[in-house]
């Protein structure tokens, strides 16, 4: 059986997309880039663009659906969301009318992966995150865009083989960068975006309920660096005992196209 993989084409406030998959199929979380990208990022990684069965798309804004009206209909793919997320990708027009759309409520099944929906408090109509199961039994989570971690998330990343988690910020680098006093605000708030801290302190407890594949995700360009990101969700880890590249890997998604995938 050929083995799943993930492969973060794209992760950050510039454009988020991810695919998933074995044996020839998988589906594309989020498609916050133009199409050439997408199609690109997907060919560098040796990945068909015609083995995705559908895309999955987390919420409504444009660093995750810029490129959904494009590769919908130019692949044929149904798209798959929450209620209230195709209801705002229809009423932005960021859906063709002829694209078949699903609301997917729990999970689906599609081919021999099976998918499941998880709610994340976001400032979006009805954002989530997606779990994907693939036939070898290993299983993945996306988990970013939330301002705090929830119990269903946490469940969710507990029972996977690999998770993308949001470090979306280091605290005091929001606090006195540049942004204006209320998009800070809302960055901070329950419907905003984890920080380093805070996913740090989360790997720490994936770590200890047996979840060994991490990557960190969806990192912002003005209020975070990979290398900052990394050394306080390291330190967080090696502060409880756990030796990197040892005990578990870790590692950042791309802001933009390289080759990179984790077999789970």
Do not use: W
């Amino acid at each position: 059986m050929t083995l799943a993989k993930a492969v973060p084409l794209f992760s950050g406030s510039k454009g988020n997309s991810y695919f998933i998959g074995s044996g020839g199929e998988g589906v594309l979380i989020d498609a916050g880039k133009n199409c050439k990208q997408i199609e690109l990022a997907m060919a560098q990684n040796g990945v068909d663009m015609n083995s995705v069965r559908a895309l999955f798309i987390t919420h409504e804004h444009t660093d995750h659906c810029s490129a959904v009206r494009v590769l919908a209909k130019k692949y044929r793919l149904d798209v798959y969301a929450s209620e209230g997320t195709l209801r705002a990708l229809e009423m932005s027009g960021k859906l063709d009318p002829a694209t078949k759309t699903h609301v997917i409520e729990t999970e689906v099944a599609l081919g021999d992966m099976l998918i499941s929906r998880i709610n994340t408090p976001h400032d979006a109509a009805e954002s989530c995150c997606y779990r994907v199961v693939a036939p070898d039994g290993k299983s993945a989570l996306i988990a970013t865009d939330m301002g705090v971690m929830t119990d269903g998330v946490r469940m969710a990343a507990a029972e996977s083989d690999f998770v993308v988690l949001e470090s979306n910020h280091d605290i005091e680098m929001l606090k006195t960068g540049p942004y204006p006093y209320l998009l800070k605000k809302r960055i901070l708030s329950d419907k905003g975006h984890l920080s380093n801290e805070a996913c740090a302190a989360e790997l720490v407890e994936l770590v200890n309920c047996g979840t060994l594949r991490l990557m960190m995700g969806h990192l912002s360009e003005q209020n975070n660096t990979p290398s900052l990101a990394l050394r306080t969700a390291v330190c967080e880890l090696e502060r409880a005992g756990m030796k990197y590249n040892n005990d578990f890997t870790l590692d950042i998604a791309p802001a933009i196209t390289t080759v990179k995938s984790v077999i789970f």
